[in-house]
């Protein structure tokens, strides 16, 4: 399995970019999928993750500027960043849950980065202020 994620890129503040991840090796049919940053520093935190049954979750500093996504069709998973800031500054990556309804990992424990089983290289994203 391989996950590539692209879409990174410098933007000004309030503005927006689409983080995309396409997953290569596995089937998107049960799965969690989490979106997490790295900023220079700074520990890993999570940003977003979704599990095959749609179910979300947002860290509360992304929460209403953020939306993930997944097209199961084109085994992408998408990271929609509107109303940037600085502090969104990081490298960004994706990580994958292969089976998720056979995990033990709640959708809560994979957003912090536990039970992922595959983790792409990252995505660069720098905001100027």
């Known amino acids: 399995v391989q996950l590539q994620a692209s879409g990174g890129g410098l933007v000004q503040t309030g503005g927006s970019l689409r983080l995309s991840c396409t997953a290569s090796?596995?089937?998107?049919?049960?799965?969690?999928i989490g979106w997490f940053r790295q900023a220079p520093g700074k520990e890993r935190e999570g940003v977003s993750c979704?599990?095959?049954?749609?179910?979300?979750i947002y860290s509360d500093s992304v929460k209403g500027r953020f939306a993930i996504s997944v097209d199961n069709a084109k085994n992408t998973a998408y990271l929609e960043m509107d109303n940037l800031d600085p502090e969104d500054t990081a490298n960004y990556y994706c990580?994958?849950?292969?089976?998720?309804?056979?995990?033990?990992?709640?959708?809560?424990?994979?957003?912090?980065?536990?039970?992922?089983?595959?983790w792409g290289r990252g995505t660069l994203v720098t905001v100027s202020s």
């Open positions: 090796g596995f089937t998107f049919d049960d799965y969690a």
């Open positions: 979704i599990n095959s049954n749609g179910k979300t």
């Open positions: 990580a994958v849950n292969t089976h998720y309804s056979g995990s033990h990992y709640s959708l809560r424990e994979l957003f912090r980065g536990y039970g992922m089983d595959y």
